[in-house]
């Protein structure tokens, strides 16, 4: 199936330090475009992969499992660390839940971990019968643009397929246990209002990782996708700062360094 319009992956190629950009379940790259050229405007070199199974339709998701995903960023993570002296992985809901995943499994290879209403649970009493109800009905009714700003849209599915949110709750479990191998320093920006991720889950990943340097901002006027809304902004700018106290002298003033590309879907 053709990649839809707007949802193809970003990469830019800038200086030594990288930035792994995870997108969310049902959603596509477009939700953390905004997020990606800004860093690449900033000198760093950026890959915004699309998961496999993401950006098409839905019922090509519904062929796919947690385990594509993640082989999917952890392929990337591998490809720019051969590149690059220092590598950040960040992520949106879902892809908060990869990101941190790299973090926990490779160590020193991860420099930072940038999570924005990071998931940590599929929630809802539809959650524990999705073994069963997976088998018996395709897909419920889709989880895409919970975002305040009324001119603003996430590119994502309509509907989501059970058998996928069934792989991603096994994979939410899976995460759960390894967040005390996360020891990197930790930017968490969450909102308190998201209907698609409670506040408790932001909770419980920082009372569960073992890391010391941690930072946590709320996010006032915005919903689940941050990243496209009120406060798209902010998450830009203390991202940024993030990196720089980590990275210092690394990261450039706009309009340093060659112009982002779409790679092909």
């Avoid at 939410?172 to 390894?178: A, K, L, S, T, Y």
């Avoid at 968490?188 to 889950?201: F, G, I, M, N, R």
């Avoid at 909770?203 to 709320?218: Q, Y």
């Amino acid at each position: 199936m053709p990649v839809l319009a707007g949802a193809e992956p970003f990469r830019h190629e800038g200086g030594e330090v990288a930035v792994l950009l995870c997108h969310g379940f049902t959603g596509s790259p477009q939700s953390l475009r905004p997020w990606a050229e800004y860093l690449a405007e900033h000198g760093l070199t950026v890959s915004l992969p699309l998961l496999p199974g993401h950006g098409t339709r839905w019922e090509d998701l519904r062929i796919t499992g947690w385990q594509d995903w993640y082989a999917e960023v952890d392929r990337e993570l591998r490809a720019l660390r051969e590149r690059r002296a220092k590598v950040f992985v960040a992520g949106l809901s879902m892809g908060g839940a990869l990101a941190l995943r790299l973090a926990a499994k490779h160590g020193d290879a991860v420099s930072g971990v940038v999570v924005v209403n990071p998931a940590n649970k599929v929630h809802g009493l539809a959650a524990h019968a999705l073994p069963v109800v997976r088998h018996l009905v395709p897909a419920t009714k889709g989880i895409a643009s919970d975002i305040a700003k009324p001119d603003s849209r996430e590119l994502g599915y309509d509907r989501v397929p059970l058998h996928a949110a069934h792989s991603l709750r096994r994979f939410f479990r899976i995460v759960d246990g390894e967040l005390p191998q996360v020891t990197q320093p930790v930017l968490l920006l969450h909102s308190p209002q998201d209907h698609v991720v409670p506040p408790a889950d932001s909770a419980r990943v920082l009372s569960r990782i073992s890391s010391t340097d941690v930072r946590e901002v709320l996010l006032e006027q915005s919903y689940h996708v941050a990243t496209l809304d009120h406060d798209a902004d902010r998450i830009h700018e203390e991202s940024l700062a993030f990196i720089d106290r980590l990275a210092p002298g690394l990261v450039k003033e706009p309009g340093l360094g060659k112009e982002g590309t779409t790679a092909g879907g």
